[in-house]
């Protein structure tokens, strides 16, 4: 194969046969189209004995919006190459990827089919104890080994040289920093919420804090992120937990993956008050996905603490009173996006089926306002929460609107 073209379900079957050792020539192999995310194509592939891999394709624009915005292919090479980075680093918890065609934009990957995807799961109320100390090994081995600590500083600015990524950075910068804060026309804002979402269009100590948090985004590149590590990016079962979807990957601020996970945590958190009736068992929920975020915390920091004292490469960065200082900035700036997170969710374009799949809209309203109210309380006050228990005692006490 060789130009670009769209894969049909044929195509698809055809790239896994060519580069996958699971398949032999004679096998009947069926394809199906199974994309529901914002951007790719996805095609499940299989043979008759059930052996399938997945086809993952990057149209040449955003597939939630059409050939109207256009967007680089080049991001199945980003995704590629993060997963294989990643993969390298914390093989358990990251999806393998078989092969990559770069003309194509297709991957080749393994299927996690018998995985479920995270934010489902969550929404149906179950619960995965060993979820946050797995993300948290993820968490910790991917970005610490990608950071100064590390790489010196030759290796350091030719991997992020690599991992640019302009145009799906941009989508970020956009969706995340800007949009939520002014009267946008990508934003998605359901009615009963407008006078709180108009607040935030007039309300400038918050957009300062957002300011700061995006200047970061953009100037700050401590390691090789995901770059969108939200609950529909991870697949989950009892016993294992592997991350997909790294096509949003740069080097940015480590606080930006981990702050994504806390807020669709609290996303979850709050869309609780509206899909759970039973008031012990969403009580009982919540209490899991508080003791979640606590626990991925405090793993992510024990393991990445652990890390620096035992693995820095740079003599400076070895001094112990400097690795606290750089963890305890990561705290606040995962706080940050985290509350940057909760809000666009809620009132930006991408929203996010905790919110959604409320059928009764004065409650799904309530959870909105509270998502907001939460999201602004983290961001303005992530400096002066020093603990994970602080924030979760927060979000506790913080009353449903
Ligand atoms: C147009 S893309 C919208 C969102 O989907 C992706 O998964 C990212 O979260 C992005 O912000
Ligand atoms: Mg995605």
Redesign the pocket.
């Given at each position: 194969m060789s130009d670009y073209q769209t894969f049909t379900a044929d195509d698809a079957k055809h790239f896994a046969l060519s580069h996958a050792d699971a398949f032999r020539d004679n096998d009947q192999l069926e394809a199906e189209e199974f994309g529901d995310?914002?951007?790719n194509l996805v095609f499940r592939v299989k043979n008759q004995q059930g052996r399938s891999l997945i086809v993952k394709q990057a149209l040449p624009y955003?597939r939630?919006?059409g050939e109207s915005?256009p967007l680089t292919i080049d991001r199945a090479r980003i995704e590629a190459e993060v997963l294989l980075r990643h993969g390298r680093l914390c093989p358990e918890h990251t999806v393998k990827v078989l092969h990559y065609d770069a003309a194509l934009a297709a991957i080749l990957m393994e299927d996690l089919g018998q995985l479920e995807i995270l934010r489902s799961a969550l929404v149906a109320g179950k619960q995965f104890p060993l979820l946050a100390n797995q993300m948290a090994q993820y968490l910790a081995q991917t970005l610490f080994h990608t950071s100064d600590f590390v790489l010196n500083g030759l290796q350091k600015k030719a991997e992020v040289a690599r991992f640019l990524n302009p145009e799906l950075c941009l989508?970020?910068e956009d969706?995340?920093f800007t949009d939520p804060y002014c009267n946008h026309e990508r934003n998605n804002i359901h009615q009963a919420i407008l006078p709180q979402a108009r607040e935030l269009w007039h309300d400038e100590a918050l957009q300062a804090e957002v300011a700061r948090l995006k200047a970061d985004f953009l100037s700050k590149p401590q390691a090789l992120l995901h770059g969108?590590v939200?609950s529909?990016?991870i697949f989950v079962s009892a016993k294992q937990c592997k991350v997909i979807?790294a096509e949003?990957g740069f080097y940015g601020p480590i606080g930006f993956d981990v702050g994504s996970l806390l807020g669709n945590l609290l996303l979850s958190y709050a869309g609780q008050f509206g899909l759970q009736e039973d008031t012990a068992a969403r009580e009982q929920q919540q209490a899991y996905l508080l003791e979640q975020i606590e626990t991925l915390w405090l793993n992510f920091a024990s393991t990445f603490n652990q890390l620096m004292q035992t693995q820095t490469k740079e003599s400076s960065f070895a001094n112990s009173n400097y690795q606290s200082f750089f963890l305890q900035q990561v705290l606040a700036d995962s706080i940050g996006y985290a509350g940057c997170e909760l809000i666009?969710r809620t009132v930006g374009?991408?929203h996010v089926a905790d919110l959604e799949q409320i059928r009764h809209e004065p409650q799904r309203a309530r959870c909105e306002r509270f998502a907001l109210a939460l999201g602004r309380q983290l961001i303005m006050q992530r400096q002066s929460l020093s603990t994970i228990a602080q924030l979760t005692t927060l979000v506790r006490h913080l009353p449903l609107p």
């Open positions: 995310g914002n951007l955003a939630c919006v915005w989508i970020t969706l995340f969108d939200h529909g990016s979807d949003f666009r374009l991408a």
